[in-house]
């Protein structure tokens, strides 16, 4: 059987270990919560990019090969 000393010593590094984890959540918590916002903001760029696009970002569109050719030919 555990001393009341002992049982204390195993209490506080229960303790701290305990504020490490919380102190680790919440920067893992903020970490993920700046990545989203850059998701968002990306997400943002590509459909104002998409908007951009000459074929109005329709990727799979059809295009004439004749308009690709460079004006040398």
């Known amino acids: 059987m555990d001393s009341p000393q002992q049982i204390i010593e195993r209490l506080e590094n229960l303790e ?35 908007q951009q696009a000459p074929d109005g970002g329709a990727g799979g569109a059809v295009r004439n090969l004749r308009d690709e050719l460079p004006p040398h030919y």
Not at 20 to 47: G, H, K, Y
């Open 16 to 50: 701290i270990k305990a504020s490490f984890t919380e102190d680790l959540l919440d920067q893992l918590n903020m970490t993920i919560f700046r990545q989203q916002e850059l998701i968002d903001r990306l997400t943002q760029e590509v459909i104002q990019l998409r």
